[in-house]
């Protein structure tokens, strides 16, 4: 069974930049589409961007488009995000997410359409 473990949360001032990154153990996840969501507490999760199995077709949320980037790197069986002029409004504890899928380029944006999530990382903007 696949595990993920988000690393590169942190403290940032509004404008900066920072880069999650979502390593897979236990497995590989060639088989799995990927995805960034985010929550703040007492909200409901909320889809941030996914990526297709070979990493060919790739989607945002209107709220993050042109701003952040998603990407897997299959070789170190690992996904990113980077997140570039950051806002206050992006606070929250992001949360990495696979689920299988056959096809090959197809992205999910629900919670229920994956089954395998991380622990969470914590994102502070601040103002």
């Known amino acids: 069974q696949v595990q993920l473990a988000e690393s590169g949360g942190g403290l940032v001032q509004a404008g900066g930049s920072l880069r999650l990154s979502c390593a897979a153990s236990g497995g590989t996840l060639s088989n799995y589409v990927m995805a960034w969501f985010r929550q703040d507490p007492g909200k409901e999760r909320e889809f941030v961007a996914a990526?297709?199995?070979?990493?060919?077709?790739?989607d945002y949320a209107d709220s993050v488009k042109g701003r952040f980037t998603i990407s897997r790197d299959s070789a170190k069986n690992t996904m990113y995000l980077q997140m570039n002029s950051l806002k206050p409004e992006d606070t929250a504890v992001y949360y990495c997410?696979?689920?299988?899928?056959?096809?090959?380029?197809?992205?999910?944006?629900?919670?229920?359409?994956?089954?395998?999530w991380g622990q969470g990382t914590q994102v502070t903007v601040s103002s």
């Open positions: 990526i297709s199995r070979i990493g060919v077709r790739k």
């Open positions: 997410a696979a689920g299988q899928d056959r096809s090959l380029v197809a992205v999910r944006y629900t919670p229920s359409d994956y089954d395998v």
